[in-house]
């Protein structure tokens, strides 16, 4: 079995390289990005299995990253997780209209992500 | 051939061990389109690394070359390889023939490691009488070789200079960004763990309820406190006061044979009651204390939960995951410890306040129910029934626990009516009925200044309106009485009906109970009435049962006040 693909999105860099570093010690392959428009791209140019992106970021929010991507044949199933500081501001049918899995909000605890991921991962597979 | 195939996998070997493989794979990388082959030596001439994916003419003629072992180190590269780390510049040699090699001194974690070289075709090298020597030491064909030096771009001392001060300073750029890299992965791993600790203490934190059991909020504080540090096992001990005391308890994967726990939770508690600092042994064997528990057990870590001076309990973990248990780990315990023995003391407070209050609304309900020689335990079944009624109509357990205490006080004002009216067997004179039908209001204004309280007092107020508004004291009607004095007023009818009186004995439960259902809408609210069917005789008896045992109590403390 391949190593599964993550993109992280997030514009503050201790928090991409925090989750990169768990991520990436747990063996996963890490691809980041520091606004949402890279993570756009670069969701098209590398597919990754699973998206983690900040909510608040230049250029295009992580909600707009999502919806985007949903929009989009080509990405429509990369499932997302959001790490947010304000989770309330979200509704949850928006959440789910988006390919929104999960929230965890910051500051979190990278144990529990990488925990959120596996079961992601594992619940995308089946 | 082969024992060249055995230095090479010799020098990997020794290169993996020594030295970052990755910064000089990456510098082998920029040199090799140039035609020039990266190799470093140790101080004693060995080789530490190669680039192990040079041409055929370095791997066997070059590499060999330099390790080729000679004695008196004639071709003097030892003795060079001393002056180049000594004097850190660039240097260029022509020891060897048919090749020239650029040298600049090579440092990590500013550490000398040794020479690091560029080696290219010297502008000299042609299959003369050196080389064809070196070939029959080395095994090689003189042919062949010539064959592969012809594609090689040729140097010459400057050429190679130029290179190698290239190679410094590309160099010092590499190990530069690497160290960084190291420094932002270390920083990152130390922010991971920050993290880690923080969140922990949030969860922890936002687990100190009041409402809560302190032996819960200590069990999931160790489930994450294990996950955190990374133990095998973490336990609590609590011997604050009666009610938040429990056996030592051990959570985690792993187990201690019978009667551990509670040896360990004993000798903990000994120890940290004389110190009152962190207790962490990392080897067992060595610990005077601790070492019966080698064996099942390896390392330990315990912290108080200590108010002021006094050692409430403690948190322990047993056998970290990875390593020894550190100052970090201890510190954070010790936070964890000291959080939690804050909520623990405010726990015990309030239990201590909440458990004098209800013992004085006990005693004053009992006061009450002494005066009126027929309702022994009256306040205390309403009180019970009330709570049913409350939670059954669906209202959170903290909302139901007020209807408890309305139903306990809802007659309290009976304290402000003649006994010989309260305990007269005949039929009341219109005045005596009069001053009866006060103790709603005067239970009112007794409760009224108790701020605590004050959410109870519709129900004692209003227990004896009736819901087609011909009760009393203000005839309210249908949902203008409060719900609290419905329910109360349902509960006190009820259990009035179904108790003894010393002049006739109660009504049979069923009889009570379509007595209810017959003045559904009239006396009592048609919806509570439902939901007061629904209960069913069989909950309904389980209730005067539970009330039984209690109020044997009741009934010894009304006793001592009717003697006093």
Not at chain 1, 91 to 96: I, N, P, S
Not at chain 2, 164 to 173: E, N, Q
Request: glycine letters at 8%; aromatic letters at 6%.
């Amino acid at each position: 079995m391949t190593a599964k693909k993550i993109l992280v999105a997030d514009d503050e860099s201790h928090i991409l390289n925090v989750v990169s570093l768990k991520l990436k010690n747990a063996g996963y392959v890490v691809v980041t990005a520091r606004d949402g428009q890279e993570a756009l791209e670069l969701a098209h140019l590398e597919r990754p299995d699973l998206l983690i992106t900040d909510y608040h970021m230049p250029q295009l929010s992580g909600l707009e990253l999502c919806q985007k991507l949903k929009a989009d044949p080509a990405t429509a199933n990369i499932p997302a997780i959001m790490l947010t500081a304000r989770g309330y501001e979200l509704e949850a049918g928006d959440t789910e209209k988006s390919g929104i899995l999960c929230m965890i909000s910051k500051p979190f605890s990278p144990r529990q992500l990488l925990a959120t991921v596996t079961e992601v991962l594992q619940k995308t597979a089946a | 051939m082969s024992t060249t195939a055995i230095a090479i996998a010799k020098t990997s070997d020794l290169a993996g061990a020594s030295v970052a493989t990755a910064v000089l794979d990456n510098l082998a990388a920029r040199f090799r389109p140039a035609g020039v082959f990266l190799v470093l030596l140790k101080p004693d001439g060995t080789v530490a690394y190669a680039d192990p994916a040079a041409g055929m003419f370095f791997q066997r003629y070059v590499l060999p070359l330099l390790q080729y072992p000679e004695p008196n180190d004639p071709s003097g590269l030892r003795e060079r390889v001393r002056q180049v780390t000594a004097s850190s510049s660039v240097a260029v040699w022509n020891a060897l023939p048919g090749i020239v090699l650029g040298a600049v001194p090579y440092a990590e974690k500013r550490q000398l490691v040794g020479v690091l070289m560029l080696a290219g075709k010297s502008s000299g090298f042609k299959l003369g009488e050196d080389i064809v020597r070196v070939c029959s030491k080395l095994g090689l064909d003189g042919i062949w070789l010539n064959q592969q030096a012809e594609e090689l771009p040729t140097y010459g001392d400057e050429a190679i200079q130029r290179h190698a001060r290239l190679l410094l300073s590309v160099m010092r750029d590499q190990l530069r960004l690497s160290s960084l890299e190291g420094e932002l992965e270390s920083i990152s791993g130390q922010l991971a763990d920050t993290y880690e600790e923080l969140s922990l203490i949030y969860q922890i934190s936002g687990g100190m309820r009041i409402n809560r059991r302190a032996t819960d909020f200590f069990k999931q504080a160790c489930l994450d406190v294990m996950e955190v540090i990374g133990v095998r096992g973490m336990g609590v001990v609590l011997q604050a006061d009666n009610i938040h005391r429990q056996e030592p308890v051990l959570y985690g994967q792993m187990s201690l044979p019978p009667g551990h726990v509670k040896k360990l939770g004993d000798e903990l508690m000994r120890q940290l009651r004389q110190r009152k600092s962190a207790i962490v042994v990392n080897d067992l064997t060595k610990d005077k204390h601790f070492s019966w528990m080698v064996g099942s057990s390896h390392q330990l870590l315990a912290v108080p939960l200590q108010r002021q001076d006094q050692v409430l309990g403690c948190l322990f973990g047993i056998d970290k995951l990875a390593g020894d248990f550190n100052s970090v780990d201890s510190k954070l315990l010790s936070s964890i410890a000291n959080e939690s023995a804050i909520y623990l003391e405010n726990a015990m407070l309030y239990d201590d306040v909440h458990g004098l209050m209800m013992g004085l609304l006990h005693s004053l309900t009992a006061a009450v129910d002494a005066k009126d020689a027929y309702t022994c335990g009256h306040s205390e079944r309403v009180a019970m029934l009330g709570r049913t009624l409350a939670r059954e109509s669906g209202m959170p357990e903290a909302a139901a626990e007020r209807y408890y205490m309305a139903g306990l006080l809802h007659d309290v004002g009976k304290i402000g009516v003649p006994e010989a009216t309260l305990n007269k067997t005949g039929r009341l004179t219109p005045e005596e009925f009069d001053q009866l039908k006060k103790h709603p209001q005067i239970g009112a204004r007794i409760l009224r200044d108790i701020r605590q309280i004050e959410d109870i007092i519709p129900g004692v107020l209003h227990h004896h309106e009736r819901y087609d508004g011909k009760g009393y004291p203000y005839g309210l009607a249908g949902e203008n009485i409060p719900i609290m004095g419905r329910i109360i007023c349902l509960a006190d009818c009820f259990d009035a009906m179904t108790s003894n009186r010393t002049y006739r004995k109660g009504m049979p439960l069923e009889v009570a109970i379509s007595e209810i259902r017959r003045c559904s809408g009239t006396q009592f609210d048609p919806g509570l009435s439902e939901i007061f069917l629904k209960i069913g005789r069989d909950r309904l008896n389980e209730m005067l049962r539970e009330h039984t045992e209690k109020s044997k109590k009741l009934a010894d403390l009304q006793e001592q006040i009717r003697a006093a």
